[in-house]
């Protein structure tokens, strides 16, 4: 592996100042002094920054570093949390200290033996990006730039960004986890503004993953500015939305966002042992059409929610959530792991050092059917076809959705036609499942563009599903009919 010495973590195994298993253990003595049941640490180093290009200049560029260790004691079902960005041993132990007051007495006299755990690789990492110079980088952007201005006359303004970081990590456990591991990230994005007779509509893409430039390989700089540019201009032709119930088709890929917000959030493990979710307790019930089989799958090579091991030191794995329209499964942090009798799956996850974890989403994908695409769309005589997704909003105890559309078609007599503006779909997870009526086999995973916000803490994450007909679900357009 070849990285610059200025991204590397001090506290790296090799460096100079490494945290050795030694150190671990003395740490977690002192946060088990109280009597608490489970105790872990959480080492972050996280170096990052950008470029956007605007105007055919560039408009910005930063760059940052954080690093710090989080201290978390469990005692029962309650946590104490404390961290510093002081990484002396004194600040440590403080901290260290601070979090062991959730437990009151004494604590045993067990000895720690830490066991360095091997990692599987899933993420490409002969040079990350941070290494690559900022005008390679630049250079990119301006490419971007130039191919989605001259893709119509009527793209009147582009603008592209690249975002990058690399996060790395070392957690230790009580129980004799420790596991270190260095995480890439890169996000390339273009956005096209197209104007005609006076109208305005923008288009976008992006795309990326746990991964190097070499991603430029597969799709390019100018690839992301036509596709972006072909959106902004195809809506400038798009008619009012209809509203009312239809039958909606979904496309593959990105689309798997509904399922992510309006399904996902609602297997996370810590909304049912709470009770607050729609799923709690259904547990080998039947919650969707007999034609979904839901999973979260951490070990997609170089995706963007892909990781080699949680921010509790498991390693995670592809969880089934629901098989056949059944509800098999929940995805577990150690907390609800152990409040259900379970291993967890590897699902504990953290936005950084600052934060205790919590049972998160990485690649959640609905997998494929036994259906053409085409003949999907064929069976629809009205409806919608949405291409693309904007924001939306989900209420997670019961799965109650809206989600805007940022490219859509109507569907008439089984072809798409005309461009539409202004859609939203509206709706409840669940029974938009229990609604599937066919599935295609063309499986897609999102290019790398979504993150995740769960009570303050945002995680990078990947979607997926292939091509889905909805029957009858609620279009929220401006026209009638």
């Not at 460096?15 to 049941?37: F, I, M, Q, T, Y």
């Not at 260790?69 to 041993?89: N, P």
């Not at 130039?146 to 006359?153: E, K, Q, R, V, Y």
């Not at 795309?207 to 902004?232: L, V």
Request: with cysteine; charged share 25%; proline share 4%.
């Amino acid at each position: 592996m070849s990285r610059s010495q200025a991204y590397r973590a001090p506290f790296a195994p090799g460096e100079e100042n490494a945290v050795d298993a030694a150190l671990c253990e003395r740490l977690l003595s002192v946060a088990l002094s109280k009597g608490g049941d489970y105790a872990d640490l959480f080492f972050e180093y996280r170096a990052g920054g950008g470029f956007t290009f605007d105007e055919g200049i560039l408009k910005a560029a930063s760059r940052g570093v954080s690093m710090g260790v989080g201290v978390r004691v469990q005692r029962g079902d309650a946590t104490g949390y404390a961290y510093t960005e002081d990484l002396t041993w004194d600040a440590m132990k403080r901290a260290a200290e601070t979090a062991a007051q959730i437990a009151t007495g004494s604590g045993g006299t067990e000895k720690i033996e830490l066991r360095r755990r091997a990692l599987p690789s899933r993420y490409e990492l002969p040079l990350v990006s941070l290494d690559v110079p900022g005008l390679e980088k630049r250079a990119l952007l301006e490419r971007a730039s130039a191919a989605a201005l001259a893709f119509d006359p009527s793209i009147v303004k582009a603008e592209a960004s690249f975002a990058e970081e690399v996060r790395e990590v070392l957690v230790a456990t009580s129980d004799g986890r420790m596991a270190h591991d260095v995480q890439p990230l890169l996000r390339f994005g273009v956005r096209a503004l197209a104007e005609r007779g006076g109208k305005r509509q923008e288009g976008s893409s992006g795309g990326g993953g746990r991964m190097t430039t070499a991603y430029f390989e597969g799709k390019s700089p100018e690839w992301h500015a036509e596709e972006a540019a072909r959106q902004a201009v195809a809506m400038l032709d798009a008619r009012d939305a209809p509203a009312g119930e239809m039958n909606v088709v979904l496309a593959p890929g990105d689309s798997g966002i509904l399922l992510h917000e309006a399904v996902g959030h609602g297997l996370e493990a810590d909304f049912n042992r709470k009770g607050t979710s729609n799923y709690s307790g259904q547990i080998g019930k039947d919650v969707a059409s007999p034609l979904c089989t839901v999973v979260d799958d951490a070990t997609l090579l170089q995706s963007r929610g892909t990781i080699n091991v949680d921010d509790e030191g498991h390693e995670p794995e592809r969880s089934t959530l629901i098989e056949n329209g059944k509800l098999v499964g929940y995805m577990h942090d150690r907390l609800s792991a152990k409040h259900y009798g379970l291993t967890p799956t590897g699902n504990g996850r953290r936005e950084s050092f600052a934060a205790a974890p919590m049972p998160r989403m990485t690649n959640t994908i609905l997998l494929a059917g036994p259906h053409d695409p085409e003949e999907i769309v064929r069976s629809v005589k009205r409806g919608v076809f949405a291409k693309k997704f904007g924001g939306g909003q989900v209420d997670i105890s019961n799965g109650d959705f809206v989600f805007s559309l940022t490219e859509s078609y109507l569907i008439e007599d089984g072809k798409l036609t005309a461009p539409l503006k202004g859609v939203n779909l509206i709706g409840n997870g669940p029974e938009v499942l229990r609604r599937v009526t066919m599935l295609g086999h063309d499986v897609a995973t999102s290019d790398g563009i979504w993150t995740c916000g769960k009570d303050g803490q945002s995680v990078p994450v990947g979607v997926g599903c292939p091509t889905i007909k909805i029957d009858l679900i609620t279009v929220g357009g401006t026209r009638i009919g």
